[in-house]
Antibody, heavy 122, light 108 residues
């Protein structure tokens, strides 16, 4: 079945970086854009950016520009999200999510990963 | 950036009752690219409605969406125990993609 499986929980110190993976299966990896969304404890959902698994092009939310990098490995059908210069405000669950159609902007998110908890603490 | 405001923040209802959730956008949502998601504790969000009014695959017809422009509504016709959760609206028609703050539907 179609699924996205993310890497396990991470604990990082302030100033460090974290890299979260999201492995796709059950469909043609390069066909559908993938987004990253995060959710701080007890808070709502925040969009971080999008990657085109086919060509690797990315678009990031302005507030993460310069701190986030999204990459992909087509040989393993995996996308990665790296966030640098972590602070306690980056403590959150990070989700990858697949679009339901072929558009980067204009399609809802129909498949979600299980989430990766990232805790930033000294 | 399109800001989505959901109301109410919390609604307390009994099983069998009707729930009406509101999502208002700060500017018109392009082509009604508005979705609704359900999230239960410890789980990822689940897509319920896309295109403002189309049910996602496998979603019961108890859920319905309506609206256009800047005002959108999610209706749950008769609440079942499994419907008590947090609901988010999302606009995905323009970048940055944005979500509303959520409405929690709790058991009265």
């Amino acid at each position: 079945q179609v699924q996205l499986v993310q890497s396990g929980a991470e604990v990082k110190k302030p100033g460090a970086s974290v890299k979260v993976s999201c492995k796709a299966s059950g469909y043609t990896f390069t066909t559908y854009y993938l987004h990253w969304v995060r959710q701080a404890p007890g808070q709502g959902l925040e969009w971080m950016g999008i990657i085109n698994p086919s060509g690797g092009s990315t678009t990031y939310a302005q507030r993460f520009q310069g701190r986030v990098t999204m990459t992909r490995d087509t040989s393993t059908s995996t996308v990665y999200m790296e966030l640098t210069s972590l602070t306690s405000e980056d403590t959150a669950v990070y989700y990858c999510a697949r679009v339901s159609g072929k558009m980067a902007i204009g399609d809802a998110f129909d498949i979600w990963g299980q989430g990766t908890v990232v805790t930033v603490s000294s | 950036e399109i800001v989505l405001t959901q109301s109410p923040g919390t609604m307390s209802l009994s099983p069998g009752e009707r729930a009406t959730l509101s999502c208002r956008a700060s500017q018109s949502v392009r082509s009604s690219y508005l979705g609704w998601y359900q999230q239960k504790p410890g789980q990822a969000p689940r897509l319920l409605i896309y295109g403002a009014s189309s049910r996602a695959t496998g979603i019961t017809d108890r859920f319905s969406g309506s609206g256009s422009g800047t005002d959108f509504t999610l209706t749950i016709s008769r609440l079942e125990p499994e419907d008590f959760a947090v609901y988010y609206c999302q606009q995905y028609g323009s970048s940055p993609i944005t979500f509303g703050g959520g409405t929690k539907v709790e058991i009265k």
